[in-house]
């Protein structure tokens, strides 16, 4: 019961805070209501037992990228007229909700007719056995994942390199 | 009574949002900021299907794809940076103009 109560919570709370970020004009407001976002499933992959992921997600996407966007939006001083000029903003958005919602309803749909077992709330997902997996069984992704780190890291420092002049 | 079902449909509905915010938004903040919102729906829908099997293997997959979006951050705000530098706006329109200009030498 509590479960149900904490899903319908969090899972309001997401699509407000989603469907905000994408009304808002000024982009430190959409960052500030997608951290919320990210919070609140943070908080769903808790329901679902996923216990280092939610140290992670917020760890990393609400402690780390989210704020790494907030930096580099007040980094950049962004005034007024800097912002793009977006007159018929409402519209686009009312007009593509129409175009991507009967996709939507098919999937919704389609997942309806999956019976699914209720949600079981006994130990499962612990970080130990998160870690066994990733350390036996994806051991090469892992590896891979931290030589495209290097390589995103190596691109972003030529990326903001000061262009030298030949002449 | 909740079951894993519901978790998908809030995972389908986060990403419709997304693909409304990508393509209806020319602030290309916030169009980064729908992306990282379709990655987030995907990995819900990937712990909800590790959770249904009891198979640790979709938390996994959500920690790689969280690392990726994680380095994907630092390209993307690199070139938001050099796109701010050359154009004074936040117009994705704007893009264009981070091509390499012709060397005369």
């Known amino acids: 019961m509590l479960s149900t109560l904490l899903f319908f919570i969090l899972a309001a709370t997401s699509l407000i805070s989603a469907s905000a970020m994408i009304f808002f004009k000024q982009p430190i407001n959409s960052t500030l209501s997608f951290i919320v976002t990210l919070l609140s499933i943070a908080g769903l992959f808790a329901l679902l037992g996923g216990s ?12 780390a990228v989210v704020t790494l966007i907030l930096f580099i939006i007040m980094f950049l001083n962004i005034k007024e007229e800097n912002l793009p000029d977006e007159p018929h903003k409402t519209k686009w958005i009312v007009f593509m909700s129409l175009l991507v919602s009967p996709f939507a309803a098919i999937l919704i749909s389609t997942v309806n007719t999956i019976k699914f077992a209720p949600l079981h709330l006994e130990n499962f997902g612990s970080i130990k056995a998160v ?6 069984k994806w051991i090469l992704p892992f590896e891979m994942i931290s030589i495209l780190l290097l390589i995103a890291l190596i691109g972003v420092v030529i990326l903001a390199k000061k262009e030298t002049s030949h002449d | 009574m909740i079951d894993v079902g519901s978790f998908f449909i809030l995972g389908i509905l986060l990403f419709s949002i997304g693909i409304v915010g990508m393509i209806s938004r020319r602030n290309i903040f916030v169009m980064y900021m729908s992306v990282e919102l379709m990655l ?3 990995n819900i ?17 959500a920690i790689m794809i969280i690392a990726i979006a994680a380095a994907e951050a630092s390209i993307f705000l690199a070139l938001f940076v050099m796109l701010f530098k050359n154009a004074r706006s936040l117009d994705a ?13």
């Open chain 2, 45 to 61: 829908i990937l712990v909800a299907l590790s959770h249904h099997y009891e198979d640790l293997n979709g938390q996994v997959m």
């Open chain 2, 40 to 42: 987030n729906a995907v």
């Open chain 1, 131 to 136: 870690g066994m997996k990733l350390f036996t």
């Open chain 1, 52 to 63: 280092f992921l939610f140290l992670v997600q917020i760890i990393i996407y609400a402690g």
């Open chain 2, 93 to 105: 329109n704007f893009f264009e103009l981070l091509k390499q200009e012709k060397h005369n030498d």
